[in-house]
């Protein structure tokens, strides 16, 4: 079967052969950024799924039977086992991420995390709410960084708001820190004065999270075009001064092959707009990434076609889509797994030392799409293709990656 690799290497083309080259490692404190995948590659590999609240059980679902196919079809063994987060765990034990659920993950191989959130836990005060689970899972695991590709692809540029000819060829890879910045910083709450509630939070940053993050962001857009901007607002921000200053440093010292650009944040939003196509690599803090990296997924038209990983220094890392859990379809069989399933090839990609059998993985998400297969979030009026639920789109993929021919599917 030959295939054209334009969506089915959403994750290695998009990136320049970053994530499925053997050649990103995590960063240390003291040198460049170096190859250390998690562990080596092996016959067997510990996974924890965190299936999460709304349409993720739905989601994991799909993307266990599209892996376990793959396991069937190289040779190697997945020992998926679910655990708590988010909502579905403030239900179950009353903590939005429990002791237990950190164990298991640090203990794993690897982790792949479906969506959490929903209205019901809306109203909770702010320790039970399915975010703080979320965000204690990256402070616990040391998951700073965070990146997300939005590479439009040909088969689904008319499911993009902008026109064609803005959108067309758009590849763009956020570089988020993820553990810093008014998320985490402290002192931080409510309370009152004058006779009046004050609600507060502090952004801050150390130079040693902003040196960290810049390396590998240089590391990341030497792989791609060796362009680089960085998202501050460093003309009102102290800390966005300090985070110009260093990674300038850490650009022009390190990386010198690297063209680095600085750009305010309200531009940079304005910019990925109107010409989305000037940008290749961007670096920002947790909350403009938090902004951004949503933005520029939309280019593409779908959060249902997008992963992500987060990654630390060293230990495992969490590989997830970036969609919401959309509670308003769930458990209706309409939600898109294809943005799981690629970030099981991420997966396998940083952690599992397993970039082949990632490939395959694109390369059957790619000839679902070519048959004309569609989930409700991308599909348009009038495009000639075929409606499908979660469930037949995981099992088309699944049987496509027990079908396609190795050797023509890893060809780029």
Known sequence: MKLTLTAAALLCVATNAFTTSPSFHRPTSTSKTSLNMAVPK????????????????????????VLNSLCDRCGFTLEMKEALIGGSAIDEVNDPFPDETLKQCL?????????????????????LRPETGLLKMRKSMGLFANLRPAKTIPQLLEASTLKRE???????????????????????????KDGQRIGYNNMIYSEG??????????DVASKRSGKLCSVDKANVLDVSQLWREVTTDVITKEFPDVELSHMYVDNAAMQL???????????????????LSDEASMLVGSLGMLPSASIGESGPGVFEP????????????????????????????????????????EAAVEAALDQGLRTADIKQEGD???????????????DLVSKIDMPEAIAV
């Open 42 to 65: 092996a016959d067997s590999y510990s996974i924890t799924l965190l299936p999460g609240d709304g349409i993720g059980p739905e989601i994991t679902e799909a993307t266990k039977e």
């Open 107 to 127: 203990e794993s191989d690897s982790v792949l995390l479906a969506c959490i959130g929903g209205y019901k836990w809306d109203s909770n005060p702010r320790e």
């Open 273 to 291: 707009i109107r010409w989305p196509k000037q940008f290749d690599t961007m670096v920002t803090g947790n909350i403009f990434g938090d902004i």
């Open 384 to 398: 000639g293709c075929q409606l499908v639920g979660c469930k037949e789109m995981g099992k088309v993929v699944a």
């Open 209 to 218: 999270e902003i040196d960290r993050i810049a390396r590998v962001a240089g």
């Open 166 to 192: 803005v959108v067309e060829g758009v590849d763009v890879m956020v570089v988020r820190e993820l553990t810093g910045d008014v998320y985490f910083g402290t002192p931080k709450g409510i309370e009152e």
């Open 322 to 361: 970036i969609h919401g859990s959309a509670p308003d379809i769930a458990g209706e069989d309409k939600a898109n797994p294809l943005a799981m399933i690629l970030s099981a090839a991420m997966m396998l990609t940083y952690d599992l030392e397993r970039p082949e059998e990632a490939k395959l993985l």
